[in-house]
């Protein structure tokens, strides 16, 4: 399972959704939270070049915000990186295939 690490405020609406989207995946994250730490503000700033949060990162890759990983999830590009497996399509007996 790869490493997430997401940076938020307590009060970010993006935050919270970003954070349920993940959770809804069963997926464990990190959360830093930027309001009066200096160091996880500085460190955002570094890694993702923007003052917005939430910022996501799973492993070295720079997903960006919520509206960019719920795109990536939106496309079928997240699972692949979070290390999850797709869900498998139904199997479809010949009988449901052909009811005639």
């Known amino acids: ?5 997401m940076y938020t405020t307590q009060i970010c609406p993006y935050c919270v959704r970003a954070k349920s989207l993940l959770e809804k995946k069963g997926v ?6 930027i309001e009066g730490n200096r160091e996880f503000m500085r460190e ?4 993702s070049r ?5 910022q996501i990162f799973i ?3 720079h997903v960006g915000g919520y509206d960019d990983l719920a795109r990536l999830n939106a496309v079928g590009k997240l699972d692949p990186l ?4 797709p869900n498998p399509e139904p199997e479809v007996t010949e ?6």
Do not use: C, K, Q, W
């Open 1 to 5: 399972m790869p490493n997430v690490i």
């Open 28 to 33: 464990a994250f990190e959360e830093r939270r």
């Open 44 to 47: 955002m700033l570094e890694r």
């Open 50 to 54: 923007r003052r917005t949060v939430p």
């Open 59 to 61: 492993d070295d890759y």
């Open 82 to 85: 979070l290390g999850l497996s």
């Open 95 to 100: 009988e449901e295939a052909d009811p005639t």
